[in-house]
């Protein structure tokens, strides 16, 4: 026989299926969202999907599927392939199914579906299994692509492939091999389909197309890139070659290409043909001495030659059209107006020819001949000619003689002209001055006669040697008489035969010239000396880019001498093999001709260290031809290093600003950009922000906020201030913030603002509930005090309406009242208890409880009166022990049950449950007791629900949200308040239209309940002596009369001295002390104590306005007999004093 489960056995199982339930939920949850999606999913996509059980019956299908085969889900659902498509394709469909289901691999195949027109369809199925929780296979989900097109596609492919005229070709991308030629293909090279297929590229292209076709191949075919306009050679079977134009298609993932060619061959030849004669005319019409230009009608430069840029010196992104010559060549307004105004003229005119002046870059002025065609399009063929010089000549002949002799009165030398005679036939201004005017007697104008009164040519005539050979000399003769230098140049000049007629002497004292030499020689030496000695590294190399030139900062620089360096390649001197293709392309530039611009990069010293290194370089050309290259380094290692510091020193600020536990961003004070944000900042955001305007991406507003810190940043004169301390709520995220904002100076020497945000939320919320605790602490000590008070008065009602009562002489008119001031105490009371309830006043009597029972038998009550409601209960079969004050309990469940009706004012459904449960330490931090086993009361109605505003405040006292006369707004918060005194707590879920549920949590007890006494009417009559102690004239009177009424012997105190005095006094004579809690001076409990003290035998009753409370507590548990809530009947008293005296209710 199996034994029994143990209580704790049970109770375990029930946490267990708890659990399990959870974990269902849970899971239901997951389940039902992981559906929507997927049945979203499944929407979205445009292919047929459907699904399948194990037995082959569908359970689903997606719109595209209904589209496609003209059934609906539900159409579907439960039905087979045999009962939908019966036929030779369900049988198909069905094996397929089995095989996937048995083996379970995923399945890809074409077949045909027969869609809702009743055409068959070729299609790809694609086929898997699905598995339930356990990882059994539940079913299969498949779906299938139309390939009607594709297949209708391929046909008309392979038709074309057959019938185009262009050569068509699949090749193998990986071994460049055909794959399938098209006839037009073997026809142009004359090959047949065996001779090609198979066969690699490289056996029919031209030896110096191979490689660039490896290289299209490898670097862009095998990658996926297409290629358009590729040429190269093919040779034919006759051995010629055809040059081919490629446009190629690859599937890198097939390993093929498709490809088209085109014979270029007869094309290329006419190109080359007319490439010539074009490169013939565009030498022409570049290197011919005129300015060639082509204009719209519209004003804009079409077409303009070499000669026109270099007649003008303009470039073509200077001039786009005629508004931007004419600014350019006439910057005069009033001249430029009137080169305007003639163009017009030149337009009607057949061939007009004008000249300007024209303003050609540099501000160089030159005389322009224009000569304007008119084509039939309306554009103009304008050349221009520069005439400058012609018209120089033509002024210069008009006044040759004047002309050449200013010119040469100009010339700060001596100038003379001489014919074979040696007559001067000409000399300048400085040749007057040498001679004398007229020649002397007997002397013919001779330059010997003249110049140095000599009667036949000098010996050392310089003119002689030029007549005789024709060819000019150049001479340097000191001056004895005054020591200068003179440097003599003789040149001839010929007739129009040729022969020498006449010699030109050119003296000119270089004195000055030779000291100036000497002096630039000297500068040079300087020069050259600084450059030696300069810190960078200066390399010169000539055209081999090996070193011909090693300053002393290369040799610093790198560590070699300069006669380890001579000779040697740079780049494999100073760059490490890391930096040797940058190096290479660097040097391959310069050698072109073309300056490397200054560059970062490292090299290398000759011990292996890294330096690093501005580097340029320029190439030295000497009449165009490349001589050498010059390098130059500069050392730049010490900034990198310190740029690599700073660095480090930046990522350690960013890691010190991620590691705080506070969002940080910066912005800029003036624009509000967001220059940085830390981790905690985008993690709290969601985003990196950086960029954005702060008001915008922080609280999505249209300007800035208005508790933007920015103003209380700064001082008068823009100074940063202090620390702004300020706390808010963001507007998006509702969470509470502390502040700390400062302006700094960002790295570019701007303010920014500086915010470290603390989030305080938990911080704020433990505020609010502290604040709200302070209040309901106040308001429960109000109502506490309220209540005692209230219930002293009802004591004086209530005992005085129970001896009307018992007076027989009573009239039968006024015993309805008697019972009508009853009923009205009784009301009174619970309002009271309401009252006690919010302000946590303790309990009246505690006792081990089953909430089974007692919450049955309160559903049970409501019912009789509330018959619209429906009630349903599930409660645990053992019992659920609490420690619990049952009136109060009952009151609790009946305001909840009421607040419930009120929520269902139409009728409705309300559901109590019972269950056990366990809270460990994260939950009861949630719910704010203590870890432990708590009987968890839920109770659901099915109403209007309330939103969240409402549940926040649902248990504050005095808040409701009936209409008058449906409820004080005490019930609620009574409730909340009974249970926390019991060490419990209530939680409410609830949302708008969908009702509401209550959890009441109380603390298990491991008591066992204890037989429930019922309360009756009955008077019981006692012959003891009872001394009463009460403050309060009122209760003293009145209870003295009922005491009498009972039959005792009544003494009377006023308070606890008095008390202590008659017990001194009488002490064996008293049996029972009816004591009020509550007294000025000496309350209740030192009352007890000292009373003790004298009698410790003495019987003790606790009386008071308040409920058990803490204070009472201490003094029921220091041995004091028995407890009385006030206000009580004259039965309720005679009944609590017999059970005290005779021992029946050891607990009070």
């Not at 699905?130 to 297949?151: M, T």
């Not at 800035?704 to 507007?731: F, R, S």
């Not at 008077?1019 to 009463?1028: P, S, V």
């Amino acid at each position: 026989m199996t034994d029994k489960p143990t209580y704790e056995a049970l109770q375990e199982r029930v946490r267990e299926l708890e659990a399990e339930n959870h974990r269902l939920a849970g899971m239901e949850a997951e389940l039902k969202r992981n559906l929507k999606f997927t049945d979203s999913l499944l929407a979205a996509i445009p292919t047929a999907v459907f699904y399948k059980d194990v037995q082959g019956r569908y359970l689903g299908c997606n719109p595209a599927f209904s589209e496609l085969m003209g059934f609906t889900p539900e159409q579907l659902s439960g039905k087979t392939v045999q009962e939908l498509w019966p036929g030779e394709h369900a049988a198909v469909y069905h094996q397929k199914d089995l095989e996937l289901i048995r083996n379970q691999t995923r399945q890809i195949y074409e077949f045909e579906v027969l869609d809702r027109h009743g055409i068959n369809r070729p299609v790809i199925f694609y086929k898997d299994v699905f598995r339930d929780e356990q990882g059994r296979v539940a079913g299969l989900v498949g779906g299938f692509v139309d390939i009607s097109e594709l297949r209708q596609a391929e046909a008309e492919f392979q038709a074309i492939f057959s019938m185009s005229l262009d050569m068509l070709c699949i090749a193998d991308i990986q071994t460049a091999t055909f794959l399938k030629v098209n006839p037009a293909f073997m026809a142009t090279l004359g090959y047949s389909e065996t001779e090609l297929l198979g066969q690699p590229f490289s056996a029919f292209i031209h030896p110096k197309d191979v490689a660039s076709t490896q290289a299209v191949v490898t670097e862009r075919l095998q990658q996926g890139e297409k290629v358009i306009n590729f040429r190269n050679r093919y040779r034919c079977k006759n051995g010629t070659y055809r040059w081919l134009n490629w446009a190629s298609h690859p599937l890198p993932e097939n390993g093929v290409t498709y490809a088209v060619a085109h014979d270029i061959t007869a094309e290329i030849e006419a190109h080359e043909n007319l490439q010539r004669q074009h490169d013939l005319l565009d030498s022409l019409f570049d290197n011919i001495a005129l300015g060639i230009t082509v204009w719209s009608a519209d004003g804009r430069l079409l077409m303009a030659n070499r000669g026109f840029w270099t007649l003008t010196g303009y470039t073509p992104g200077e001039l786009s059209g005629l508004d931007d010559w004419l600014a350019r060549a006439y910057p005069d307004p009033d001249y430029r107006r009137q080169v305007m105004a003639d163009w017009p003229v030149a337009h009607s005119a057949a061939n007009a020819v004008r000249e300007f002046k024209v303003v050609c870059k540099g501000g160089v002025v030159k005389e322009i001949e224009f000569r304007s065609t008119f084509l039939k399009d309306k554009r103009a063929l304008v050349t221009l000619a520069d005439v400058t010089e012609r018209r120089r000549i033509g002024e210069e002949r008009e006044a040759a003689h004047q002309l050449l002799q200013s010119v040469l009165d100009a010339v700060p030398d001596l100038l003379i002209v001489v014919d074979r005679d040696f007559t001067i036939l000409y000399t300048n201004s400085k040749g007057h001055d040498h001679i004398s005017s007229p020649p002397e007697a007997g002397r013919q104008n001779t330059c010997y006669g003249r110049f140095k009164h000599l009667d036949a040519p000098c010996e050392d005539c310089s003119a002689q040697p030029v007549f005789a050979s024709g060819t000019s000399i150049s001479r340097e003769i000191v001056n004895p008489a005054d020591g200068c230098l003179r440097e003599v140049r003789v040149f001839p000049i010929r007739d129009a035969s040729g022969d020498v007629t006449r010699v030109v002497e050119y003296v000119r004292d270089i004195t000055e010239i030779r000291q100036a030499q000497e002096e630039i020689r000297e500068r040079r030496t300087f020069l050259e000396s600084v450059l030696y000695h300069a810190p960078d590294a200066i390399v010169t190399m000539d055209a081999q880019h090996r070193v011909i030139d090693w300053n002393p900062g290369a040799e610093k620089m790198f560590g070699y001498s300069p006669a380890e360096a001579f000779g040697r390649q740079l780049d494999d001197l100073v760059a490490d093999q890391s930096h040797q293709d940058e190096a290479g392309a660097k040097t391959s530039q310069v050698l072109s001709g073309r300056r490397v611009e200054a560059f970062e990069t490292v090299r290398r010293h000759k011990d292996g260290t890294p330096r690093h290194v501005i580097a340029a370089g320029s190439p030295i050309v000497v009449d165009g031809v490349l001589k050498g290259v010059m390098a130059v380094y500069t050392d730049i290692t010490g900034r990198v290093q310190a740029e690599q510091a700073l660095r480090a020193t930046h990522q350690r600020f960013l890691a010190v600003m991620d590691s705080i536990d506070a969002t940080i961003y910066v912005a800029d004070m003036e624009s509000y950009e967001i220059l940085y944000m830390n981790r905690n900042m985008i993690a709290s955001l969601g985003r990196d922000v950086t960029g954005e305007i702060c008001w915008q991406a922080f609280r999505s507003g249209t300007g800035p906020c208005a508790d933007c810190t920015n103003a209380k940043l700064l001082d008068a004169e823009g100074q940063p201030m202090g620390v702004v301390t300020w706390k808010g709520i963001n507007p998006i995220n509702k969470r509470w913030y502390m502040n700390y904002d400062r302006a700094i100076e960002w790295v570019d020497g701007r303010l920014v603002r500086l915010q470290i945000a603390v989030d305080i939320t938990e911080n704020q919320k433990m505020e609010e509930a502290f604040q709200r605790a302070q209040k309901m602490e106040a308001i429960g000590t109000l109502a506490g005090g309220i209540a005692h008070d209230f219930n002293n008065l009802l004591t004086g009602i209530q005992g005085n309406a129970s001896l009307m009562w018992m007076n027989p002489d009573i009239p039968d008119l006024c015993k309805d009242h008697v019972v009508a001031i009853e009923s009205y105490v009784n009301s009174a009371k619970d309002l009271t208890a309401q009252l006690l309830g919010v302000a946590r006043g303790g309990k009246y009597e505690i006792s081990p409880v089953d909430i089974n029972h007692l919450a049955s038998g309160v559903m049970a009550m409501f019912g009789r009166t509330h018959k619209e409601i429906r009630l349903h209960h599930q409660l645990r079969a053992s019992p659920l022990i609490v420690d619990v004050d049952r009136r109060q309990i009952e009151q609790v469940l009946l305001n909840i049950f009421i607040n419930a009706m009120h929520a269902m004012p139409a009728g409705g459904d309300l559901y109590l449950k019972a269950t056990s449960v366990s809270l460990d330490k994260s939950l009861s931090q949630v719910h704010g007791i203590a870890v432990g086993r708590y009987v968890k009361l839920s109770i659901t109605d099915t109403g209007i629900g309330m939103d969240d505003d409402t549940r926040q405040r649902i248990f504050d006292p005095f808040f409701t949200t009936k209409e008058k006369g449906r409820g004080t707004g005490l019930e609620l918060a009574s409730a909340f308040g009974i249970i926390k005194n019991h060490g419990g707590t209530i939680t409410v879920y609830s949302e708008l239209g969908r009702g509401a549920t209550f959890n009441v949590y109380l603390p298990v007890s491991d008591r066992t309940p204890e037989p429930q006494v019922v309360a009756t009417d009955q008077i019981i009559t006692g012959i003891e002596t009872i001394l009463l102690v009460d403050d309060e004239e009122m209760i003293r009177t009145v209870a003295d009369a009922m005491l009498t009424k009972l039959g005792y012997r009544v003494l009377v105190a006023t308070g606890g001295s008095e008390a202590l005095a008659i017990v001194a006094e009488q002490g064996d004579a008293v049996d029972l002390v009816i004591l009020d809690m509550i007294m000025p001076g000496m309350d209740g409990g030192q009352t007890y104590d000292r009373l003790r003290e004298l009698h410790p035998l003495l019987t003790v009753l606790l009386s008071s306005g308040y409920a058990i409370n803490g204070h009472a507590i201490e003094i029921m548990q220091r041995g004091c007999d028995g407890f009385i809530q006030k206000p009580f009947s004259i039965a309720e008293l005679s009944q609590k004093i017999r059970r005290v005296l005779d021992g029946s209710n050891n607990s009070g």
